[in-house]
């Protein structure tokens, strides 16, 4: 009777051992089974998660264009822009307050001839054209001339232009918006003034290519303008801009 029941009380322990160890394999196994199921969903989503940042990198590469885009544009625009102010220079150079920087044969450029109070003047007081260039002086307001500083040219007792260059004199022009054509082939330096206003000091300046002549380098006798080599450098200087 005693061997009986401790064969069965192995029985139950060796089974309920057994059952122990399935018990423990299931979950394990379930565990197992979970972990796996969890990687497999942590990979979908890490999956989900690149192809979600891949959309992002594509969006990005839309900006990217897009910003490519109006960066083309936008340089497009400027270089028009800037085309087409390099085109009204030369077809309005030397206007009231910039003159011009050498428009090129051909090209015309504007004087003013200005009353203004007690002031007679011409804008821009100093210039720089091109061989072949024309300047156009027009009467703003008040009387004026525009005239060469060459013996016997309206009422001038030196030279102050390029011995081979033409002198020029417009006479007296008296009515707003009159004008007087004259174009320059001889390079160097030329000073000339108004006849009503000489004594005033309305005194201009032009360098036709590069300074030079019997100009260079000394101021006209009747009045003070820019000097050569600025005046090449800046293209134009206003009235204003050098009286300042």
């Given amino acids: 009777m005693e061997r009986r029941a401790f064969l069965k009380k192995g029985s139950l322990v060796a089974t309920a051992g057994l059952v122990g160890i399935a018990g423990c394999g299931n979950p ?3 565990g197992g089974g979970g972990t796996t199921t969890g990687a497999g969903e942590t990979q979908t989503t890490t999956a989900g998660t690149t192809q979600a940042t891949q959309t992002t990198q594509a969006t990005e590469t839309t900006q990217a264009g897009t910003t490519e885009g109006a960066q083309t544009t936008q340089g497009e625009t400027t270089q028009g822009n800037q085309t087409t102010q390099g085109g009204t220079t030369n077809e309005t150079a030397g206007g009231t307050q910039t003159g011009t920087a050498g428009g090129g044969a051909g090209a015309t450029n504007t004087v ?3 009353t203004e109070g007690g002031n007679y003047y011409f804008n821009p007081i100093g210039l720089y054209v091109e061989p072949g260039e024309t300047i156009t002086w027009v009467i703003d307001s008040g009387s004026h001339s525009s ?3 060459a013996k016997g040219t309206g009422g001038a007792s030196v030279r102050r232009i390029p011995q081979d260059a033409e002198p020029w004199d417009s006479g007296i022009l008296s009515e707003q918006g009159a004008s007087f054509d004259h ?6 330096t030329y000073d000339y003034f108004c006849i009503p206003h000489k004594s005033l000091g309305m005194i201009g300046r032009l360098v036709v290519g590069e300074p030079g002549g019997p100009a260079e380098g000394t101021q006209p006798p009747d009045g003070q303008v820019p000097e050569s080599q600025r005046i090449v450098e800046q293209g134009a200087i206003s009235y204003s801009e050098f009286h300042e």
């Avoid at 174009?183 to 160097?188: A, D, H, L, Q, R």
């Fill in 183 to 188: 174009t320059f082939e001889v390079p160097g």
């Fill in 147 to 149: 005239t060469a500083y």
């Fill in 28 to 30: 394990e196994g379930d």
């Fill in 112 to 114: 003013q001839m200005v």
